[in-house]
């Protein structure tokens, strides 16, 4: 299967962390991304993560995954009001040890962030 | 080092008229991929062009729509006779290699042109 979910709307207050979700259905080895989208603009790559990897940190973000159940998150430390945007996760599976970037996305998660 | 660019960024066509969006792509990546975003909705593949080769348009639908990456000048998606449900975003992204792994494989995304179509 291909589809990829995630919950529409997080709102927190600044100075919280925020947690994204996302699960994914693919079984074999895949690429997870995390994309934010600002009002009226494109697609801006936060960062990605192998499924052979259970946790990433860059900086303010840190994705976890479990691969059991399929289920992906993105934390945001210290939240500001500039990330107040649309997160989208993304998946990219691997076939056969190589594949192409045909990415299946999310319907995106609203990140409202209050002063 | 300029980003993936996309030209118009906002476009409005009549019911039945042809639309054309460009997509240029990052200097030294040769992938293209074009995306479509319905409102409140994710991005949905439509097709991958390595240059002069369509490499998968199983996301384009079978009529009216078209795509090309000629050896010069920038990706075209062509939208013929449109229609209302064709009105969305319409994003591109380019890639150094058509691999997925890492940072070869990454995708970067153009602004987008969003299409209105009355």
């Given amino acids: ?115 | 080092n300029a980003g993936v660019m996309q030209n118009p960024r906002h476009l409005v066509r009549r019911r039945g008229q042809e639309a054309r969006l460009r997509c240029s792509p990052m200097k030294g990546h040769s992938h293209v991929y074009w995306y479509r975003q319905l409102p409140e909705e994710g991005l949905k593949f439509m097709v991958y062009l390595q240059k002069e080769n369509i490499i998968d348009e199983s996301g384009m639908p079978k009529e009216r729509f078209s795509a090309e990456f000629p050896k010069e000048g920038p990706s075209i998606l062509r939208i013929q006779q449109v229609v209302r449900g064709d009105s969305a975003a319409y994003f591109c992204a380019s890639s150094y290699s058509g691999l997925a792994g890492g940072k070869i494989g990454e995708q970067y995304f153009g602004p987008g042109t969003r299409l209105t179509v009355t």
């Fill in chain 1, 1 to 115: 299967g291909e589809d990829v979910e995630q919950s529409l709307f997080l709102s927190v207050r600044e100075g919280d962390s925020s947690v994204i979700n996302c699960t994914y259905t693919d079984s074999s080895s895949t690429y997870l991304y995390w994309y934010k989208q600002e009002p009226g603009a494109g697609l801006q790559l936060l960062t990605y993560i192998f499924s052979n990897m259970d946790m990433k940190q860059d900086q303010r973000l840190t994705v976890l995954l479990n691969k059991k159940d399929k289920h992906l998150s993105l934390r945001i430390a210290d939240t500001q009001t500039g990330d107040s945007a649309i997160y989208f996760c993304a998946e990219l599976p691997i076939a056969g040890g190589t594949s192409y970037g045909k990415l299946t996305f999310g319907q995106g998660t609203i990140l409202t962030v209050h002063p």
